[in-house]
């Protein structure tokens, strides 16, 4: 174990002493979101997809409509298609990946807005998308705090509109006096702004795969969608894999330097150089990330989220980083050979993962295969901790996958690396 | 003497081609032993097999009474092994490279700190210790080189080309290092293609050349392989009736049109030979003169020159 401990501790201070190569690893990431950052941030000039909104409306009434007409006007018409559908229809579309986001009116939703009873407006986002259902989210909200503001201030006159919003008759000249003159108090009341709100806005999260509806979003308070959080994730993949495989192309360069056979020239064994080298790799790996999470939250002022889910992840993640490119290594036999494949093969994982790209924009068959991608899920994974809170249980099946492949990969790996070695093959 | 190193019959190839061919040889307690032979030799294949880098593909090497095959391990315990490259990490300075490859084998703590010390102070870098390996010259990076391989204080050391590409004045120190560790009783096992290096220090040489041993034994041995006679070998626009009656009772090594080679007994003889040479006005090219030296003696066994 001492001879484990010593190799990984000098690959460790090779790195501090020589530490510009993974600096610039590490910068890959950071500059990516940045960039992107910056072209998605409010001085950006992008092309937003419309986005697919279901709305069920189960009131049928003056507010309800008020509510979707207005999401059907000037720019919000350009941005959002929204379709009407019943309660059954919407869960099915959403469970088949079919739209962003389904809104849903309760029943009594404008009686109860006119008698003063908080009512709730239920928001499902689909859970393989990220930024465009929070764009409905965040839409959705201000339509809410505007229909609440509004009805607070014009409660008095519109108890006595009543009778126009539920169509029994038309009010007289004195009525409609009563009514302006009372909208014009509640205007400089402004009663509204500082009592709770009637309406409130539930926000849940539904999977793709079943109809279960699987979070309740917590991230109402945080100050709305963080871009950086969006994009930090991907990014972050891409630099991982390159220090992890930075760190274990060293044995390529130690076996041509001469370090290498020196190495197996003392007492150590085979397996204990091997297992030194992956553990350097999975150390300097794991600092790394914990430097990028550091920049994100200060740099980027991203949430980090449920610190047990963020931990874990990580430490998954950083398993499958490592096995991965163990696994590759143990394939590959010279330093020409990895300088072809390896840079191709982590671009590939990264591009069809979604860190280039927004995963939810790719075709549905990119998609499918993206979900192949070793990246989609270690990215996928932070996303859900960094943008909706996801804790242990939310992403589990990611944690299960990441595992699974970094273990599924790293033994083989280790074992062909070794093979090759004593085999003299290196 | 005890015999410190008995190797039988070794062999290795890769795939078509027979790097060592069923050598055989012993080292005693406190000897150098030397392998002198040209590029491509086999030395560095035999020393990899010394130190259990490869494995024969048959032979069998027995060290301080171990077999190879069965006690790897405890052979490499005692073994130090300083490679033909500059086998250290260049980012880190001369002292943090030995402290990792004196950790290697087992030492910690104190008696790791004391035994860097003695080795820089063995190779004079104590004061440059602390800088990064990088920075040295190439005679420091060679010395330190060395140094990785002592830091343990090994019994047997296996040294592979350590003097390669460097200047006489560092080469010097370096053989003077080597010399004093025989003195203190360590084994040596030298490989070099210096013909005068392994004249200097060694105490018996094999002379190897595509993987075979051609002789081996002191250097007064060795000579005596040629018959401490003189080499001359004449080169020119002759055939070989023509040279024939010059030669006399000398014993002819080669001949053929165009070149002779005979072993002449001291040097009135040779100026004698010479100068009847040249009273027939024979178109000759050149000459070349060979004291019995290891040089000719690689040229008697080989049948060619110690090449590059």
């Given at each position: 174990?001492n001879?484990i401990?010593?190799?990984?501790a000098?690959?460790?201070r090779?790195?501090?002493k020589?530490p510009?190569?993974?600096?610039l690893m590490i910068?890959?990431p950071?500059?990516?979101t940045?960039?992107?950052g910056?072209?998605?941030?409010p001085?950006?000039e992008?092309?937003v997809?419309?986005?697919?909104?279901?709305?069920v409306d189960?009131d049928g009434?003056?507010f309800?409509?008020f509510?979707?007409?207005?999401?059907?006007?000037?720019?919000?018409?350009?941005m959002l298609?929204i379709?009407?559908?019943?309660?059954a229809?919407?869960?099915?579309?959403?469970?088949?990946g079919k739209?962003?986001?389904?809104i849903e009116?309760?029943?009594?939703?404008?009686?109860?807005?006119?008698d003063?009873?908080?009512?709730?407006?239920?928001?499902?986002?689909?859970?393989s998308e990220?930024f465009l259902?929070?764009v409905?989210e965040?839409?959705?909200?201000?339509?809410?705090?505007?229909?609440?503001?509004?009805s607070?201030?014009?409660?008095?006159?519109?108890?006595?509109m009543r009778?126009?919003?539920?169509?029994?008759s038309?009010?007289?000249?004195?009525d409609m006096e009563?009514?302006?003159?009372g909208?014009?108090?509640?205007?400089?009341?402004?009663?509204?702004?500082?009592?709770?709100?009637?309406i409130t806005?539930?926000?849940?999260?539904?999977?793709?795969?079943?109809?279960a509806v699987?979070?309740a979003?917590?991230?109402e308070?945080?100050?709305?969608?963080n871009?950086?959080?969006?994009?930090?994730p991907?990014?972050?993949?891409?630099?991982l894999?390159?220090?992890?495989?930075?760190?274990?192309?060293?044995i390529?360069r130690?076996?041509?330097g001469?370090?290498l056979?020196r190495?197996?020239?003392s007492?150590?064994?085979t397996?204990?150089?091997?297992?030194?080298k992956?553990g350097a790799?999975?150390a300097?790996?794991m600092i790394s990330c914990?430097?990028l999470?550091?920049?994100?939250?200060?740099?980027?002022s991203?949430?980090?989220?449920d610190?047990?889910?963020?931990?874990?992840?990580t430490v998954?993640?950083?398993?499958?980083?490592?096995g991965v490119?163990?696994f590759?290594?143990?394939?590959?036999?010279s330093e020409r050979a990895?300088d072809?494949v390896?840079?191709?093969?982590?671009?590939v994982?990264?591009?069809?993962?979604?860190?280039m790209?927004?995963?939810?924009?790719m075709?549905?068959?990119l998609q499918?295969?993206?979900r192949?991608?070793?990246?989609?899920?270690a990215?996928d994974?932070?996303k859900?901790i960094?943008l909706?809170?996801?804790?242990?249980?939310?992403?589990?099946v990611h944690?299960a996958?990441?595992?699974?492949?970094?273990v599924c990969s790293?033994i083989?790996?280790?074992?062909?690396?070794r093979?090759?070695?004593?085999k003299?093959?290196? | 003497?005890?015999e410190?190193?008995?190797?039988?019959?070794l062999?290795r190839?890769f795939g078509?081609i027979?790097?060592v061919?069923g050598i055989g040889?012993?080292?005693?307690?406190?000897?150098?032993?030397?392998?002198?032979g040209p590029?491509g030799?086999?030395?560095t294949?035999?020393?990899?097999?010394?130190?259990?880098?490869?494995r024969?593909?048959?032979?069998?090497?027995?060290i301080?009474?171990?077999?190879?095959?069965?006690?790897?391990?405890?052979?490499r315990?005692?073994m130090?092994?300083?490679?033909?490259?500059?086998?250290?990490y260049?980012?880190?300075?001369?002292?943090?490279?030995?402290?990792f490859?004196g950790g290697l084998?087992?030492?910690?703590?104190?008696?790791?700190?004391?035994s860097?010390?003695?080795?820089?102070?063995?190779?004079?870098?104590i004061?440059r210790a602390?800088?990064?390996?990088r920075?040295?010259?190439?005679?420091m990076?060679?010395?330190?080189?060395l140094?990785?391989?002592?830091v343990?204080d090994?019994k047997i050391?296996?040294?592979?080309?350590p003097t390669?590409?460097?200047?006489p004045q560092?080469?010097?120190?370096?053989?003077d290092v080597?010399?004093?560790?025989a003195?203190?009783g360590?084994?040596?096992i030298?490989?070099?293609h210096?013909?005068?290096?392994?004249?200097?220090?060694?105490?018996?040489i094999?002379?190897i050349d595509?993987?075979?041993?051609?002789a081996?034994?002191?250097l007064?041995?060795?000579?005596e392989l040629?018959?401490?006679?003189?080499m001359v070998?004449?080169s020119?626009g002759?055939?070989?009736?023509?040279v024939?009656?010059?030669?006399g009772d000398a014993e002819?090594d080669h001949?053929?049109n165009?070149e002779?080679?005979?072993?002449?007994?001291?040097?009135?003889?040779t100026?004698?030979f010479?100068?009847?040479?040249?009273?027939?006005?024979?178109h000759?090219?050149?000459?070349?003169?060979?004291?019995?030296?290891?040089?000719?003696?690689?040229?008697q066994v080989?049948?060619?020159?110690?090449?590059?």
């Open positions: 174990m001879e401990l010593g190799i990984l000098n690959d460790i090779r790195r501090l020589s510009v190569s993974v600096i910068l890959i950071v500059t990516m940045l960039i992107v910056i072209v998605f941030g001085s950006g992008v092309t997809p419309k986005i697919k909104v279901l709305l189960n009434g003056f309800s409509g509510l979707m007409q207005g999401m059907q006007q000037g720019e919000l018409a350009d298609d379709t009407g559908v019943s309660a229809e919407g869960e099915k579309m959403m469970s088949e739209a962003s986001a389904l009116i309760p029943q009594g939703f404008t009686a109860n807005i006119l003063g009873v908080p009512v709730e407006i239920r928001l499902v986002k689909n859970s990220y259902p929070l409905v965040e839409i959705t909200k201000t339509m809410a705090v505007l229909l609440d503001s509004g607070r201030i014009f409660s008095g006159p519109m108890t006595r009778s126009i919003i539920d169509g029994e038309w009010p007289s000249t004195g009563d009514v302006m003159n909208a014009r108090n509640g205007v400089i009341l402004v009663y509204g702004y500082v009592a709770d709100s009637l806005f539930r926000d849940e999260v539904a999977s793709a795969a079943d109809t699987v979070a979003g917590e991230k308070d945080s100050g709305g969608f871009i950086f959080a969006y994009v930090m991907g990014s972050m993949m891409i630099g894999l390159f220090i992890a495989e930075l760190i274990l192309r060293d390529l130690e076996r041509t001469g370090t056979p190495m197996l020239a007492p150590v064994t397996s204990q150089v091997v297992a030194g992956v790799a999975f300097i790996t914990l430097i999470l550091a920049v994100s939250r200060i740099g980027f991203v949430d980090l989220g610190p047990s889910a963020l931990f874990l992840h998954a993640t950083i398993l499958m980083c490592t490119m163990t590759l290594y143990g394939a590959i036999s990895a072809a390896m840079s191709v093969v982590i671009i994982m990264a591009l069809f993962g979604g860190s790209v927004p995963y939810e924009q075709p549905s068959a499918a295969a993206g192949f991608s070793p990246v989609f899920w990215a994974g932070m859900r960094f909706f809170d996801a804790g242990v249980s939310d992403i589990s944690l996958i990441l595992v699974a492949l970094g790293l083989p790996g280790t074992l062909l690396i093979s090759r070695i004593a003299g093959g290196w | 003497m005890t410190m190193i008995v190797v039988k019959e062999s190839s078509e027979r790097a061919r040889f012993t080292v005693a307690r406190g000897e150098i032993f030397g392998f002198l590029n030799a086999g030395k294949t035999t020393i990899s097999m010394l130190s259990g880098l490869l024969p593909d048959s032979g069998s090497i027995t301080d009474g171990m077999d190879m095959a069965s006690h790897g391990r405890d052979i315990r005692i130090g092994i300083i490679p033909q490259e500059i086998a250290l260049e980012e880190l300075s001369g002292r943090d490279n030995l402290l490859w084998y087992g030492l910690a703590g104190g008696e790791l700190r004391d860097v010390d003695r080795a820089l102070e063995l190779v004079e870098l004061d602390k800088d990064p390996v920075t040295y010259s190439g005679g990076k060679r010395r330190i080189n140094c990785a391989g002592l343990h090994p050391i296996l040294l592979d080309e390669l590409g460097i200047d560092a080469r010097i120190r370096i053989l080597v010399k004093g560790l003195d203190r360590k084994t040596i030298y490989t070099t210096y013909l005068e290096e392994a004249e200097h220090i060694c105490d018996r094999a002379i595509e993987g075979t041993i051609y081996s034994g002191t007064a041995e060795l000579v040629v018959g401490g006679k003189i070998t004449v020119g002759f055939g070989a009736g023509d024939r009656e010059l030669v002819i001949i053929e165009g002779l080679r005979v072993k002449l007994l001291d040097r009135d003889s100026g004698r010479l100068g009847g040479l040249f009273s027939t006005g024979l000759v090219d050149g000459v070349a003169i060979r004291e019995p030296s290891l040089e000719s003696v690689f040229l080989t049948g060619r020159e110690l090449r590059d």
